[in-house]
């Protein structure tokens, strides 16, 4: 069974920055894409930034520029640095792996989905 355990949310001020990380399985993480999705109640959760195994990134438009996805294959964690943080940011996010990106962005998972982690933009 995949495990993912994300941790790093919080309350930040808008403008603020906030560094998420995710680990995960060993058997998971090395061989597939791994991504970021976020969740606001009564909403579907989406995609917002994933990594392949290559290093690929994808970012949703939303949060282009702002936000970056990184990976480390030591320590199989992935990343997501979150800078200038918008009030509509504030959501619960989760980290996931999949087989490419695209399959990411349909939500086709390997993992049973985390607790995930809030993240609170407020002033």
């Known amino acids: 069974q995949v495990q993912l355990v994300e941790s790093g949310g919080g309350l930040v001020q808008p403008g603020g920055s906030l560094r998420l990380s995710c680990a995960a399985s060993r058997s998971i993480f090395s061989r597939n894409a791994m991504g970021w999705y976020r969740q606001v109640s009564g909403k579907q959760r989406e995609l917002v930034a994933a990594?392949?195994?290559?290093?690929?990134?994808n970012y949703a438009d939303s949060v282009k520029g702002r936000f970056t996805i990184s990976r480390d294959n030591a320590e199989n964690t992935v990343y997501l640095q979150m800078n200038s943080l918008k009030p509509e940011d504030t959501a619960v996010y989760y980290c996931?792996?999949?087989?490419?990106?695209?399959?990411?962005?349909?939500?086709?998972?390997?993992?049973?989905w985390g607790q995930g982690t809030q993240v609170t933009v407020s002033s």
């Open positions: 990594i392949t195994s290559d290093d690929t990134t």
């Open positions: 996931n792996a999949g087989i490419t990106i695209a399959a990411m962005k349909r939500r086709a998972v390997f993992g049973s």
